[in-house]
T-cell receptor, first 112, second 118 residues
Framework: GQNIDQPTEMTATEGAIVQINCTYQ??????LFWYQQHAGEAPTFLSY????GLEEKGRFSSFLSRSKGYSYLLLKELQMKDSASYLC?????????????FGTGTQLKVEL | GAVVSQHPSWVICKSGTSVKIECRSL??????MFWYRQFPKQSLMLMAT?????????EQGVEKDKFLINHASLTLSTLTVTSAHPEDSSFYIC??????????????FGPGTRLLVL
C-alpha cells in the first residue's frame, strides 16, 4: 500500500514564502502531483514531479527527492487567494496504471 | 485545454432513489476516468477507475452494484448511485486523464457534484 503524510494546517503572512512538505512510502513510484483545492470546489492541478529536482512554475515550485520519499510545494509572494487546501498525491505503477493516492491535505491560511 | 465538466453540480434526492452523475472531458479524449468521493474535511478517496469500453475497477470496500459506472465513450463517463441513502451524501468528483502527448497522464478534475440524500 501507500502512505502519504503532510501537515494538517499551516498559517502564513501575505507576501511571504511558505513550504508545504509531503513524505510518502510507496512501491513502484511513478510520479508525485500537487493539487490546490478551495473549499467546496474540485482540485486544480498545480505541479508534477517524476524526476528528482525542482520544477518551477510562476509563484509555485515543487521539489522531489525519490530516495528520501520527500516532496515540497513552495509558494512565493503569498496572496490571500492562496488560502486553500493543498493535496499531495502519489502515482504508483502497482495497482494499475494511472491511479493516484491522495494525502489528507494541508489547509493553508494566509493572513494579513 | 484539459477541461472536465460534471453534471449536475448539486442534487438533492429522497432516500431510495437513484441518481446519475455525468462526467465529460470537453477538449480531449480521456482514455481513463476516475470517480472519487470526498467527505467534509477529508481527502479524496478513489472509488473506481474506468477505461472506455471496459468494466470499471472498483476500490476495496466500494460496492459495484450500488455505484454503477459506465464509460461509453472517450469523453463521457457516468456514475449512478442506486438506492441512495443519507450516508451516501457526499461530494463526488470525477477526473479524466489521457495518454495523449503533453498530458503526462495528469488527472484533471471536474467541478464536483454535491449529493444530499434526505
Amino acid at each position: 500500500g501507500q502512505n502519504i503524510d503532510q501537515p494538517t494546517e499551516m498559517t502564513a503572512t501575505e507576501g511571504a514564502i511558505v513550504q508545504i512538505n509531503c513524505t510518502y512510502q510507496t512501491s513502484g513510484f511513478n510520479g508525485l502531483f500537487w493539487y490546490q483545492q478551495h473549499a467546496g470546489e474540485a482540485p486544480t492541478f498545480l505541479s508534477y514531479n517524476v524526476l528528482d529536482g525542482l520544477e518551477e512554475k510562476g509563484r509555485f515550485s515543487s521539489f522531489l527527492s525519490r530516495s528520501k520519499g520527500y516532496s515540497y510545494l513552495l509558494l512565493k509572494e503569498l496572496q490571500m487567494k492562496d488560502s486553500a487546501s493543498y493535496l499531495c498525491a502519489v502515482r504508483a505503477l502497482t495497482g494499475g496504471g494511472n491511479k493516484l493516492t491522495f494525502g489528507t491535505g494541508t489547509q493553508l491560511k494566509v493572513e494579513l | 485545454g484539459a477541461v472536465v465538466s460534471q453534471h449536475p453540480s448539486w442534487v438533492i434526492c429522497k432516500s431510495g432513489t437513484s441518481v446519475k452523475i455525468e462526467c465529460r472531458s470537453l477538449d480531449f479524449q480521456a482514455t481513463t476516468m476516475f470517480w472519487y468521493r470526498q467527505f467534509p474535511k477529508q481527502s479524496l478517496m478513489l472509488m473506481a477507475t474506468s477505461n472506455e469500453g471496459s468494466k470499471a475497477t472498483y476500490e476495496q470496500g466500494v460496492e459495484k452494484d450500488k455505484f454503477l459506472i459506465n464509460h461509453a465513450s472517450l469523453t463521457l463517463s457516468t456514475l449512478t448511485v442506486t438506492s441512495a441513502h443519507p450516508e451516501d451524501s457526499s461530494f463526488y468528483i470525477c477526473s479524466a486523464s489521457s495518454t495523449g502527448q503533453g498530458y503526462q497522464e495528469t488527472q484533471y478534475f471536474g467541478p464536483g457534484t454535491r449529493l444530499l440524500v434526505l
